[in-house]
């Protein structure tokens, strides 16, 4: 069982080549700008199927978010590569027709027949994944789609126009764009521009760069809950009206402001499905609080008690007070107070974030908690790779192995080949929301 929180955020994405719009790419990543950098060779890491300079620079179209866990996000991004293959998506429903490949055993001589990728185009992938916003695997998940092309979203609303199936009215699609006050054009932004960004426009929209990626948008309801559950404290559960403990139970707490409902967590699931109708499921998506009757999605509690319970380093750095420093001038006359707080936050996330991936090595892929199991035989199915003719496909490759800078066997690889070849998705340890 994992013992970190679930992940403040966590999201497929559609990529497309701003110089050959048919090449597309599908990915997953917990922070799209710092992925889209990599991808465009302005980063260590990326993938190899993006690394070709002929394509660059990519921007990302779209991206789907709002996953329970690193897990199902994984989930989505496969089955949204693999649409011929999923099985979460009906035969009678399936858009993509499912390709056959002849491959010849070179020990034995014995032709095998496996599926292959079909080609697809822009369209094709955006009404797939129309599809899979309506299956019954996805569809209660509280999912948000958000564009960040026009062009794109307007195939994608022509599309929605021609199709019969609705999604979801609690699944979210919106196109999130800016342009900057001049209106010259749209505003290209660094990395660190972009971090200092998130941190003035975190919740609106602003573009790929206003993205919350992590914790910050909790802290006000972390604060709440801890001060509501404070050691000594009195706090009846909001249905049963049973004391709650969270150091011997789960205790879930209103976001609300001015509510201080505090719940067991299996007490109020039970009351969202019973409430909702779905006594059949497992896990709620939403319902009403009991004592402000308002409306609250099950995966912000979740992500919200994980981090209680078993967020100790993120708690630590998203609650810990602003230091200031002062700097002076060369003059000697005293300059201005200087808060480093957000930038030693930076700091810290990065060198976190480094350092997951780097514990995260050879572990799992979006094909590795896929709907449906491939077998490894030792044959090898490669796809073409003419990219003037079909999109680009992100293909599972193992992760790369770092070597030491100075070591003989690196210096062999990269005097062995031209291209470096670098893992296809971008992931943290992944847990399973139960």
């Not at 070591?407 to 992931?427: F, G, H, N, V, Y």
């Amino acid at each position: 069982m994992d013992t970190r929180p679930i992940p403040a955020f966590y999201c497929c994405y559609l990529l497309r080549s701003t110089v050959r719009h048919a090449s597309i790419y599908i990915g997953s990543t917990p922070n799209p700008v710092r992925r889209l950098r990599q991808h465009n060779g302005l980063s260590n890491g990326g993938a190899a199927k993006t690394s070709r300079d002929t394509l660059r620079p990519w921007e990302m179209a779209c991206i789907v978010t709002g996953f329970p866990s690193n897990i199902a996000a994984l989930q989505f991004e496969w089955a949204w590569q693999n649409t011929h293959l999923t099985r979460r998506i009906a035969d009678e429903q399936r858009i993509t027709i499912r390709e056959t490949k002849v491959r010849i055993s070179p020990k034995t001589g014995r032709a095998r027949r496996r599926p292959a990728r079909p080609r697809m185009s822009l369209t094709d992938k955006l009404s797939n994944l129309h599809l899979l916003l309506r299956v019954p695997s996805f569809s209660r998940w509280p999912l948000e789609v958000r564009f960040f092309c026009e062009d794109v979203y307007r195939v994608w609303q022509r599309w929605g126009e021609q199709v019969d199936g609705m999604i979801r009215g609690r699944i979210k699609v919106s196109l999130d764009v800016e342009e900057p006050a001049d209106g010259t054009g749209w505003e290209v932004l660094s990395y660190d521009q972009a971090k200092s960004k998130r941190k003035r426009d975190v919740g609106g929209k602003g573009g790929l760069e206003s993205i919350d990626v992590a914790y910050r948008g909790l802290k006000e309801h972390l604060e709440k809950s801890l001060f509501l559950l404070a050691e000594g404290e009195v706090t009846s559960c909001a249905v049963c009206n049973k004391r709650v403990d969270q150091n011997t139970g789960m205790v879930v707490v209103c976001p609300v402001h001015n509510c201080r409902a505090a719940s067991h967590m299996t007490c109020l699931s039970s009351r969202f499905l019973a409430k909702n109708g779905l006594t059949e499921a497992l896990i709620p998506a939403e319902g009403l609080c009991p004592t402000c009757k308002t409306q609250i999605r099950w995966v912000d509690l979740m992500r919200e008690m994980t981090l209680r319970m078993r967020g100790e380093k993120e708690m630590e750095r998203l609650l810990k007070k602003r230091r200031e420093r002062k700097a002076k001038a060369a003059t000697g006359k005293q300059a201005p107070s200087i808060s480093v707080a957000d930038h030693e936050d930076d700091v810290e996330a990065e060198e976190d974030l480094q350092a997951d991936e780097e514990e995260a090595a050879g572990g799992l892929r979006a094909a590795d908690v896929a709907d449906a199991s491939l077998s490894d035989d030792g044959w090898q199915y490669r796809m073409d790779e003419d990219d003037d003719i079909m999109s680009v496909i992100s293909a599972d490759t193992d992760t790369s192995r770092a070597f030491p800078a100075d070591s003989p066997c690196k210096l062999r690889l990269q005097s062995a080949r031209s291209e470096t070849i670098i893992e296809e998705t971008d992931w943290d340890d992944a847990e399973v929301l139960c």
